[in-house]
Structures are given as structure tokens and as C-alpha cells.
């Protein structure tokens, strides 16, 4: 069975400085991979993909993800993290042998402090 | 373009109780979901559908049943509310898209949630 893991329930980070959250998968295929954000009281916005090509994917509002198949990792990065980052990130992996089903992580709550 | 709409936002229910939680999307997705988001758990699956007239389970369907008459509309029931069916229900659409390697390659849309309380 497929699943995905992001190991931290909440980041902590300083307006200015980089951000970092983490996600590894575990997949019996080849893996699609991709990353929601919540805002408060609201649904989850698509933020970037990957599905083949550049390990590095640069999706909405400046975040960018990484692809590293020998880690099993597809973590998710800003340079310069700003206060209205602050949200709720999910990770998801979908995978063919799995019927094409979309598995969500347990969710990252970043907290970026002025 | 309101995309994906959910109705009502809020309700509380008493155990036993019955309620619909309706979804509609306005961009011809093929596909539409319903998840429920639990603190801590992340979102899991309730049922899907991959087409008008077509509904599936998904990884915890059980009190709940689904409905989808038309492409634009999928309705989520509860036939006897349980108080351990309180949470934030989420509704999705995705256009299919399939990919080379015959993955489907598509991004869900989210409805803004729909918080049920049973007491």
C-alpha cells in the first residue's frame, strides 16, 4: 500500500529565512507527487506537482519541490519565507498500481514569525 | 467562475439525525470526492465518482453514501448521523488527465469545507 509521511506536525520559521517542509513516500510505482496548502477555514489550494522531468518543480508563490528517488523524499521549499505563508501543507502521492488513488499526508502546520 | 461549491458550510446534527452535504463544480470534471479532514489524520477518502451515474468506496466509506445524478453535482449522505462522524468534509473535482505512463496526471480542486457537528 502506498502512503506518505511528513514527519514534522509543525514548522517554525522566521519571516526572512528559508523554509523547509519534509515529505517521504513510500509507492509501489512510479510516483506523481504533489503539494496543497490550507489557509485558515479554507480548501486545500494545488501548489505544484511532479510527474517527470527536472527533480527540481516550481509551482505557485515561490515554492519550489524537489524529486529524490533514491530518498524517497519530495520536499517542499521557499527561499524566503513570508508571514502569509503560515498554513497547513499536504503532501500526496498517487500511484498506477494503486488505481491511480491519491494518498494524503497527515499534514505540516508552518508557523513563519514576523 | 465559482469552481467547486459546497452547501451548507455548518451544521449540527443530533445522533440519528439525517442530512445531505451537496457538491457542485462548474468545470466539467469528470471526476469528483468527497474526504473528511480529521486533526492529525490528514484527509482521507470517503467515496468517489468517476462519472455521471458512477460512484465508488474509498477508504472509509461506512455510514456514508453518495449520489451522482448529474456530472455537476455529487451528494454526500448521512443516513444516521454518529457523533464519530464530526469533522470537515471536503468536496473535489479533477479533470482526467492521464499521463504516458498511464498515471493519472490531474490536480484536485477543493470546496472552502463543510464543518458537521453530532452531538
Known amino acids: 500500500a502506498q502512503s506518505v509521511a511528513q514527519p514534522e506536525d509543525q514548522v517554525n520559521v522566521a519571516e526572512g529565512n528559508p523554509l523547509t517542509v519534509k515529505c517521504t513516500y513510500s509507492?509501489?510505482?512510479?510516483?506523481?507527487l504533489f503539494w496543497y496548502v490550507q489557509y485558515p477555514n479554507r480548501g486545500l489550494q494545488f501548489l505544484l506537482k511532479?510527474?517527470?522531468?527536472?527533480?527540481l518543480v516550481k509551482g505557485s508563490y515561490g515554492f519550489e519541490a524537489e524529486f529524490n528517488k533514491s530518498q524517497t523524499s519530495f520536499h517542499l521549499k521557499k527561499p524566503s519565507a513570508l508571514v502569509s505563508d503560515s498554513a497547513l501543507y499536504f503532501c500526496?502521492?498517487?500511484?498506477?498500481?494503486?488505481?491511480?488513488?491519491?494518498?494524503f499526508g497527515g499534514g505540516t502546520r508552518v508557523l513563519v514569525k514576523p | 467562475n465559482a469552481g467547486v461549491t459546497q452547501t451548507p458550510k455548518f451544521r449540527v446534527l443530533k445522533t440519528g439525525q439525517s442530512m445531505t452535504l451537496l457538491c457542485a463544480q462548474d468545470?466539467?470534471?469528470?471526476?469528483m470526492y468527497w474526504y473528511r479532514q480529521d486533526p492529525g489524520m490528514g484527509l482521507r477518502l470517503i467515496h468517489y465518482?468517476?462519472?455521471?451515474?458512477?460512484?465508488a468506496k474509498g477508504e472509509v466509506p461506512d455510514g456514508y453514501n453518495v449520489s451522482r445524478l448529474k456530472k455537476q453535482n455529487f451528494l454526500l449522505g448521512l443516513e444516521s448521523a454518529a457523533p464519530s462522524q464530526t469533522s470537515v468534509y471536503f468536496c473535489?473535482?479533477?479533470?482526467?488527465?492521464?499521463?504516458?505512463?498511464?498515471?493519472?496526471?490531474?490536480?484536485?480542486?477543493f470546496g472552502e469545507g463543510s464543518r458537521l457537528t453530532v452531538l
Open positions: 473535489a473535482s479533477k479533470k482526467r488527465r492521464i499521463g504516458d505512463r498511464g498515471q493519472d496526471t490531474g490536480e484536485l480542486f
Open positions: 509507492v509501489s510505482g512510479n510516483p506523481y
Open positions: 511532479y510527474i517527470t522531468g527536472d527533480n
Open positions: 500526496a502521492v498517487r500511484d498506477k498500481a494503486a488505481g491511480n488513488k491519491l494518498t
Open positions: 468545470m466539467n470534471h469528470e471526476y
Open positions: 465518482s468517476v462519472g455521471e451515474g458512477t460512484t
